[in-house]
């Protein structure tokens, strides 16, 4: 059974940083790529970023230069570093992990950032 468990979500000021952690189980996690994903109040999910199984990156466009994803094949861990947060970064952060065209969803984790 595959479990993918996000933690690290808080409220925080504007500016400020926080990092997300995605603990995965039951998976090939070093053959799998994975991904962060928000939805905002009213919105629809968006990709925030995508680590390969090579470690190739990709960002939305927006949050290029204030996020980085990375990977912990050690720990079977992927984390979502987040700083200089503006209030539009409130959402519920979603780790996402493809494998063998099967993606597998956590349940989120909140963030919110206040003015």
């Known amino acids: 059974q595959v479990q993918l468990v996000e933690s690290g979500g808080a409220l925080v000021q504007a500016g400020g940083s926080l990092r997300l952690s995605c603990a995965t189980s039951?998976?090939?996690?070093?053959?799998?790529?994975m991904a962060w994903h928000r939805q905002a109040p009213g919105k629809q999910r968006e990709m925030v970023a995508v680590i390969s199984s090579v470690g190739t990156t990709t960002y939305a466009d927006s949050l290029k230069g204030r996020f980085t994803i990375a990977r912990d094949n050690a720990k079977n861990t992927v984390l979502l570093q987040m700083n200089s947060l503006k209030p539009e970064d409130t959402a519920v952060y979603y780790c996402?992990?493809?494998?063998?065209?099967?993606?597998?969803w956590g349940q989120g984790t909140r963030v919110t950032v206040s003015s």
């Open positions: 996402k992990a493809v494998r063998n065209g099967r993606e597998y």
């Open positions: 039951g998976i090939a996690f070093s053959l799998s790529a």
